[in-house]
């Protein structure tokens, strides 16, 4: 019995949510989104709830069931408020900054590093060290943040590199200066 996928999804004010045979289409505010699921996974609207149901017991259909659930709800908020993920560079001389759709970033190579922002991303620097990725696709925000950490990842001994902002680095201790 899958918990998740037997929870109604809330439809916020504002968000028209409707089913082809194959296809969700949500919009709001913020966009649209579609999304294709497997036909053995129902979806009902009644009144501002959307219920999810699946066809039979099969193990493979059970994990269908929560994961297009999960994929309905991050749409629903997607469009209506949503996703962001904050970065923070971290070292000396380590900076960034966005010029037309392209973030800019140094990072104590020898080159600056040029970081193509795609489409449907919101990129905006505060103080040349926390960079803020936004969208209404939950998967691309995280992926695109996920993508700039990669570029420089925080090392263990002075914390340099970009870090997530709610993330915590487990420092070491450098060498000790006693000789035997």
Known sequence: MSRIGNKPVEVPKGVKVSFSPDLISVEG????MTQDYDPRISFKLEGSQVLVARANEEKEIKAKHGLYRNLLQNML???????????IINGVGYRG???????????????????MIPKGIQIAVENNTKISVSGISKEQVGQVASEIRGLRGPEPYKGKGIRYDDETIRRKVGKSGVKK
């Open 29 to 32: 505010p913020k966009g649209k």
């Open 97 to 115: 900054e966005v010029k037309g759709n392209i973030l800019l970033l140094n990072l104590g190579y020898s080159n600056q590093i040029e970081y």
């Open 77 to 87: 908020q997607g469009v209506s408020s949503g996703f962001q993920k904050v970065l």
